[in-house]
């Protein structure tokens, strides 16, 4: 029998899901010099460590008086307590955040989004492949991928960044080249300190030293400037690797994050709640994942 | 489904005692356009009228309201001043509209401000005289089933009234006497001739049938360009719109003190600002782009995912647009490769 009426009634009551809840900025120091980095936890300890996500997904946070935006989560859930987050200084929210101070509050609501789908990542070779700021998702699943290491196979890194300056954690990512659990491959274009030791190009130059992957059981992940993913996925998909298995996380503007603002709206899906992790395929049939009037500031 | 009888001329007593649950509200005639507003009897309501300036949609989810006051310490919800509203003479498309707006504002993440609206709101139907910018039989939504308290239909010496949820049926409750239960052949006939008579008024040419293909087909077609020379970007189709759910939240902040509220208030996708990213990127910079968002919408994406066109039909897009871009114009440029005067 057809359901009759909108029985209101009998719809599950949540708190409101618009509700930012305070949190308390722990440390802050700049990444680079207009990326910032932030750990930050709910003001109670309990809190702190219930808090749950899966790398990929992303929080709406609020700075008191200024307004709400979307964020990528920096950390990794294997190491409960702290979320971080790089953000980027480009208007009027990230510059008043880029002023706050240890100890004081910011709002958080979340974490929403898809996130990437670690329980099928289990198991598979893991190619990870970042652009500039691209790095801020991808950090989250490499970190959860190392802690949980014996669960994944071969894992490789790849990040390219403009100057050694602009690579964001760089002393972190020089340590992983010390191990031998993980193919690290870093690039610069370019390096007027002369203090850059390692591989010159763009983050597609990289994939002449990958050595022989195992395509069939490689999952690729994928985060940049919109103007990268052309080029890394020429390379990617020409190794072999299944089109629903090459990943990326992608950006759009949003003032809700669960799917009612529609601002973030591509065809019939939102990307705060269908994604933001979308597959290669994905892209191909759906035209406008990849925005046409896309340019490379977005991320970088 | 409950269906009940009333003679015409209870309607204005009934109507006059459920104002006991909660403000009466209708049609009322605004120079030559219609408009929703509080009425105290059914004499100051315009039944005839064909469709209000804008839909229902804005008792549930209001132009613009504040969602939170904030201070350092936090953000306080601002719910429960709600007014309990009777809302009469509802059309079918605009039932279909609310029933839209209901999956995306109560499934998955239940927004509760929709839901303190939905729930403190009556939707009183009744049936329509449709005029030459309806087109709720191209889109199957002439008729409702659903999502009504109470839904009168016309049948010009009785209502037939459908009993669409308890809260209705609690109103009916109050004035038992005024129905009936006994309903007879002529009652069958009577309405199988009012449906007759509906289906015989509608003159618009439209017929959205395939339309996802046709979308998919012209995604690239110059007709997009030709229709963004003539668009505006006033977004007046997304505020007439019952299903355009779109919306901005704004922090305002009192003068010299660190306090203020989060506003929420309507918005449109044909807005340059609507995709705009920080860092300046703009993944709908071109109007055509946006153009086609709003239509890929309405009569692409949603029938995908729900079988059905988003679009209800209702004809304010058509009555309103100031340079006639609405459903049947694009539809119609889209097939015919070719944009109207």
């Not at chain 1, 939102?270 to 759906?286: A, E, K, N, R």
């Not at chain 2, 005289?129 to 010009?156: R, S, V």
């Amino acid at each position: 029998m057809k359901k009759m009426c909108v029985v209101l009634d009998e719809r599950e009551v949540q708190d409101n899901p618009f509700k930012p809840e305070m949190f308390r900025i722990v440390r802050r120091y700049p990444l680079t010099s207009d990326v910032n980095f932030f750990q930050a936890r709910p003001m109670d300890v309990d809190e702190a460590l219930k808090f749950n996500y899966l790398p990929g997904q992303f929080i709406m946070l609020s700075v008191v008086g200024e307004g709400e935006a979307p964020f990528c989560i920096s950390s990794s859930p294997t190491r409960p307590g702290l979320l971080e987050f790089c953000i980027r200084n480009v208007g009027t929210l990230t510059s008043s955040l880029s002023n706050l101070k240890e100890n004081q509050t910011i709002g958080i609501r979340g974490p929403y989004g898809n996130g990437f789908p670690m329980d099928k990542l289990e198991g598979k070779d893991i190619m990870i492949v970042a652009g500039g700021l691209g790095v801020a998702p991808l950090r989250s699943l490499l970190l959860n991928i190392l802690d949980d290491r014996d669960k994944f196979g071969k894992v490789t890194y790849m990040y390219g960044a403009r100057t050694p300056e602009l690579m964001l954690f760089r002393d972190e990512f020089m340590r992983f080249k010390e191990r031998d659990d993980i193919n690290c491959l870093l690039a610069v274009e370019k390096d007027e300190s002369g203090t850059w030791k390692d591989k010159f190009g763009m983050v597609t130059s990289l994939f002449k030293d990958l050595g022989p992957i195992d395509a069939k059981n490689t999952v690729a992940v994928v985060c940049g400037p919109p103007v990268m993913y052309k080029f890394v996925m020429e390379h990617v998909v020409k190794l072999g690797i299944p089109k629903h298995q090459i990943l990326m996380t992608l950006e759009r503007r949003m003032k809700c994050g669960i799917g009612k603002c529609g601002h973030c709206a591509i065809e019939y899906l939102y990307t705060c709640i269908d994604g933001p992790v979308f597959s290669w395929w994905d892209v191909l049939h759906m035209k406008e994942l990849i925005g046409r009037g896309a340019s490379d500031k977005t991320f970088a | 489904m409950m269906i009940l009888k009333m003679k015409k001329e209870d309607l204005s007593t009934f109507l006059d005692s459920i104002r006991e649950w909660g403000e009466l509200w209708g049609p009322v005639k605004k120079g030559d356009k219609c408009t929703y507003a509080k009425v105290d009897s059914l004499s100051q309501m315009d039944l005839k009228a064909t469709r209000t300036i804008i839909p229902p949609k804005k008792f549930l989810y209001p132009p613009r309201f504040t969602m939170f006051d904030y201070d350092e310490e936090g953000y306080v919800e601002r719910l429960g001043d709600v007014p309990k509203r009777i809302l009469f003479g509802i059309h079918p498309c605009d039932l279909h509209g609310v029933l839209i707006m209901d999956k995306l504002f109560l499934e998955k993440y239940n927004d509760p401000y929709y839901r303190e609206r939905r729930e403190k709101t009556l939707f009183l139907g009744h049936s329509c005289i449709p005029d030459d910018k309806c087109m709720c039989f191209a889109t199957n939504t002439d008729f409702i089933a659903e999502g009504f308290d109470l839904f009168f239909t016309d049948l010009k010496m009785f209502y037939l009234v459908w009993v669409g949820s308890t809260k209705g049926h609690d109103l009916v409750r109050m004035r038992p006497e005024l129905f009936s239960r006994e309903l007879d052949k002529n009652d069958i006939l009577n309405y199988t001739e009012y449906r007759k008579w509906k289906n015989a008024q509608f003159k618009a040419q439209v017929d959205f049938t395939g339309m996802p293909d046709i979308f998919e087909l012209a995604y690239t077609s110059p007709i997009w360009d030709q229709l963004a020379e003539k668009c505006l970007s006033c977004g007046q189709c997304s505020m007439v719109c019952p299903t355009c759910n779109c919306y901005n939240v704004t922090d305002e902040v009192e003068l010299g003190a660190l306090e203020g509220t989060r506003d929420r208030f309507w918005d449109s996708c044909m807005f340059r600002e609507y995709s705009l990213v920080a860092g300046g990127s703009n993944f709908r910079d071109k109007r055509a782009d946006r153009l086609r968002l709003w239509y890929t919408h309405k009569l692409q994406a949603f029938i995908g995912e729900f079988g059905k066109p988003a679009c209800v039909g209702c004809g304010r897009c058509v009555s309103t647009c100031p340079v006639d871009i609405n459903v049947v114009t694009v539809s119609n440029a889209l097939k015919e490769l070719e944009v109207g005067k």
